[in-house]
């Protein structure tokens, strides 16, 4: 069955620090891959979103790698800030739908940025 | 205003009892999705609609029905809550690949 695997230990960075998160996946020929923020309490926001032809893509500090011989997505945050410190999900389309119309995500990834 | 929101923010209610969560949304989106999301889980799936004539089960539907009454709104009902019902409860819509969510709705069935 299609499996999507976050590191559910929190990661605990130091402000200013590069904060890197992974995303595996098996049982998978996705799409899109995307990166979702969710605060406690609240719905997630989306980030990023990278195509399977894609390999990076870039968005102020934010940077997602997309390597399909892996099936492996990295997530990096750099010059961390404490208000970086949330829940990270990775999102998967499933292929054949045209669009990220439905999506699987994984249990995420809480970063705490400390000072 | 908020872009998708759900009614109420919070409820708890006893087995037995049947419950309708509500979802607005102001995007003008065609799509929308309802998740539970529960603690080491993740946000799993449970109906989606594609337009107001379109409505498919996700991957955990048993136990929920939902009405599609217009483009701009998508209920959620449990006809009959459990204890295992129990989550946390998003609203989602999405025009082409990301998803908007709402605040989220926490339901406690005792």
């Known amino acids: 069955s299609q499996k999507i695997e976050q590191n559910s230990e929190a990661l605990n960075i130091q402000e200013g620090k590069t904060a890197t998160l992974t995303c595996n996946y098996t049982?998978?020929?996705?799409?899109?891959l995307q990166w979702y923020r969710q605060d406690p309490g609240r719905g997630p926001v989306f980030l990023l979103l990278?195509?399977?032809?894609?390999k990076e893509k870039r968005k102020e500090r934010l940077k997602v790698t997309f390597d399909t011989t892996l099936k492996q997505s990295l997530f990096h945050i750099t010059a961390s800030q404490p208000a970086d410190s949330a829940t990270y999900l990775c999102?998967?389309?499933?292929?054949?739908?045209?669009?990220?119309?439905?999506?699987?995500f994984g249990t995420g990834t809480r970063l705490q940025v400390t000072l | 205003d908020a872009d998708v929101t759900q009614t109420p923010r919070n409820r708890i209610t006893k087995t037995g009892k049947r419950i309708m969560l509500e979802c607005s949304q102001t995007?003008?989106?065609?799509?929308m999705y309802w998740y539970r999301q529960d603690p080491g889980l993740g946000l799993r799936l449970i109906y989606y609609?594609?337009?107001?004539?379109?409505?498919n089960k996700g991957e955990i539907s048993d136990g929920y029905s939902v009405s599609r009454q217009a483009q701009a709104k998508f209920s959620l009902s449990l006809e009959s809550a459990i204890p295992n019902q129990t989550a946390l409860y998003f609203c989602?819509?999405?025009?082409?690949?990301?998803?908007?969510f709402g605040p989220g709705t926490r339901l406690t069935v005792l």
């Open positions: 049982n998978y020929s996705p799409a899109y």
């Open positions: 995007k003008g989106h065609d799509r």
């Open positions: 609609s594609f337009d107001v004539k379109d409505i």
């Open positions: 990278i195509r399977e032809n894609e």
């Open positions: 999102a998967l389309d499933r292929v054949g739908t045209g669009t990220a119309s439905k999506l699987t």
């Open positions: 989602a819509t999405s025009e082409r690949n990301e998803q908007f």
